[in-house]
């Protein structure tokens, strides 16, 4: 059973926002790294954006940067990715991850197999 669970994803036009949220049961997050990847069809899986939970240190994916915001809220267990000026090419299942090995430092562009909690993902459609 994932410990992780993604909500908030949907069809959206180009142009508009989303606010995706990940909830963490049976592990608390204050003490982790939390990451958004997405994976499009045929595509790898890539790193999105990325928070440390003790430092508030966050990082974004090039393709992102200026439109996409993570943040988190300690008291809900939650992390949000707000995501603005969404394009066509952001369409994907974006997914959730957690590890509590990176406080001190992890790999950029982030890299899926340092994380150790995920999600089972949320569809991400923009489409006019």
């Known amino acids: 059973q994932s410990q992780l669970v993604e909500s908030g994803g949907g069809l959206v036009r180009p142009g508009g926002s989303l606010r995706l949220s990940c909830t963490a049961s049976e592990l608390t997050l204050d003490r982790h790294v939390v990451a958004w990847f997405r994976q499009a069809p045929g595509k790898e899986r890539e790193g999105v954006s990325s928070?440390?939970?003790?430092?508030?240190?966050?990082t974004y994916a090039e393709s992102v940067k200026d439109r996409f915001t993570i943040s988190r809220d300690n008291a809900k267990n939650t992390v949000y990715l707000q995501m603005d000026s969404l394009r066509p090419e952001d369409t994907a299942v974006y997914y959730c991850?957690?590890?509590?090995?990176?406080?001190?430092?992890?790999?950029?562009?982030?890299?899926?197999?340092?994380?150790?909690?995920w999600g089972q993902g949320t569809q991400v459609t923009v489409s006019s």
């Open positions: 928070i440390n939970l003790v430092s508030l240190f966050t």
């Open positions: 991850a957690a590890s509590s090995l990176l406080l001190y430092g992890g790999s950029y562009p982030l890299r899926s197999d340092e994380y150790q909690y």
